[in-house]
């Protein structure tokens, strides 16, 4: 036997979970967010029951793990069925990858920040500058408000910082967000955009199977034009390359030509001399 609790509001999940634990239940099974499953635990921990939490979040915006109290007396009977916090690396090798100095991580006001303090201080024991900007749901008003306030010079440089960008936010939220920015950062210059509707060079998909297969836990977005304009400057070097190596062939080619001419000059002379040498002895005899 089992029941489902309605988790619509915070309060909801430990006052049902009394009534059922009155009734002799033997785990508790629950989805829900930080600060319920923080109230649960206390509970079940007291009851000295099993509990079973699995994290999740209704709009898909990712959340790092739920920080749960440790137990007074040291034995927990919460269980976080959750895979092991990964991002800390996966953002650290991201870095590592592009050389980014200095950059920025934009979040959605839900998004639990806590999960991210390791990686915080791996940056700041490596020199680097990272910046935390949070997000709220109207994404168009927050890029008016700062791109109205900010001075000439203020905006150039933010500009700049949102080609090195990393969004912890909801596919949807993510998708709003990059086309804002976008157009923000390309300005008069088209290519910018260009770059951005083309296949990703991170994934080899398109903007939108981007978003739908990361889930919204890792959105990059400064990496498409930075990528792109390396790999332009690349293939710029290769093409320079492919054309001082066919001129070299030319200037060999050319050499041997000569080398050629001028062995054959050599041999006319030769024989110029042989048939000369040859009338000499024939007048001299006759």
């Keep these: 036997m089992h029941e489902i609790l309605s988790q619509q509001l915070f309060l909801i999940s430990p006052l049902s979970a ?3 634990m009155n009734q002799g239940i033997l785990a508790l099974v629950t989805s829900t967010g930080c600060a319920a499953a923080s109230a649960l635990q206390s509970l079940t921990d007291a009851m000295h029951i099993p509990h079973l939490f699995i994290q999740r979040n209704g709009d898909g915006t990712p959340r790092t793990a739920c920080q749960l109290n440790p137990s007074p007396d040291g034995e927990s009977y919460t269980l976080a069925a959750r895979p092991p916090v990964r991002i800390n690396d996966v953002l650290l090798t991201l870095v590592s990858e592009l050389h980014w100095q200095k950059f920025i991580i ?4 839900d998004y639990d920040i806590r999960g991210l303090q390791t990686f915080m201080d791996q940056v700041s024991r490596l020199g680097l500058d990272v910046s935390l900007q949070r997000v709220d749901r109207n994404v168009s008003r927050v890029f008016n408000d700062l791109f109205n306030t900010m001075r000439t010079e203020e905006l150039n440089r933010y500009r700049d910082t949102l080609r090195r960008a990393v969004l912890l936010m909801s596919p949807r939220g993510a998708q709003v967000f990059i086309h804002q920015a976008l157009s923000r950062i390309s300005g008069p210059d088209p290519r910018q955009a260009t770059v951005a509707r ?3 060079p991170l994934t080899g998909r398109n903007l939108e199977q981007d978003q739908a297969h990361v889930g919204g ?5 400064a990496g498409w034009v930075e990528r792109e304009e390396r790999r332009g400057e690349g293939e710029g070097e290769e093409r320079r390359g492919e054309e001082e190596r066919r001129g070299e062939e030319e200037r060999r080619g050319g050499e041997e030509r000569r080398r050629g001419e001028e062995r ?3 041999r006319g002379e030769e024989r110029r001399g042989e048939y000369g040498h040859r009338a000499q ?6």
């Excluded at 836990?217 to 977005?221: A, F, I, N, Q």
């Design 106 to 109: 934009f979040y959605e006001s």
């Design 264 to 266: 054959e000059e050599r």
């Design 217 to 221: 836990t890792l959105l990059l977005m």
């Design 281 to 286: 002895s024939t007048e001299t005899h006759t």
């Design 198 to 200: 083309k296949n990703s």
């Design 18 to 20: 009394c009534e059922l």
